[in-house]
C-alpha cells in the first residue's frame, strides 16, 4: 500500500470541513470509500497548527470523491469560504501525488 504526506495548513478547519463534505457526500460514495474517510478523519491532529500527514493511496482516492462531490452541492455555498478553501487546498495537494503515481505506472 502506497503512502503519500501533504501538508496542511490548519487540521482543525480541515476536520470540520472534510466532516460536512463527508456528510453530504455519503450516499454518492461507497460504503468503502465513507470508511477511507473516517479513517483519514481520524488522522487529523485536533491543532490549528500546521502539520504533515500521511495518507494512504486509496485514503487519498475516497477523500477526493467526496471533496468532488461536494463542490457540486447546493451545500458548499452554505459553508464559509475558509472551510471550502481548506478542501481545495487538500484537494490540490492530494492530486499533485496521485498524477504522478499513475504516470509512473504507465511508464512502467
Not at 65 to 89: G, K, N, P
Amino acid at each position: 500500500m502506497s503512502t503519500m504526506t501533504v501538508r496542511v495548513a490548519n487540521p482543525f478547519l480541515l476536520r470540520g470541513s472534510l466532516e460536512v463534505a463527508l456528510e453530504v457526500a455519503r450516499m454518492d460514495l461507497a460504503i468503502a470509500e465513507v470508511e477511507a474517510v473516517r479513517g483519514f478523519l481520524t488522522t487529523l491532529p485536533h491543532s490549528v497548527r500546521p502539520a504533515d500527514l500521511s495518507i494512504a493511496a486509496h485514503e487519498a482516492r475516497a477523500v477526493l470523491l467526496a471533496i468532488r462531490y461536494f463542490a457540486h452541492s447546493r451545500t458548499r455555498y452554505w459553508l464559509r469560504e475558509e472551510m471550502v478553501a481548506a478542501l481545495r487546498d487538500l484537494e490540490c495537494a492530494l492530486l499533485r501525488p496521485l498524477r504522478e503515481a499513475a504516470e509512473s505506472d504507465d511508464q512502467e
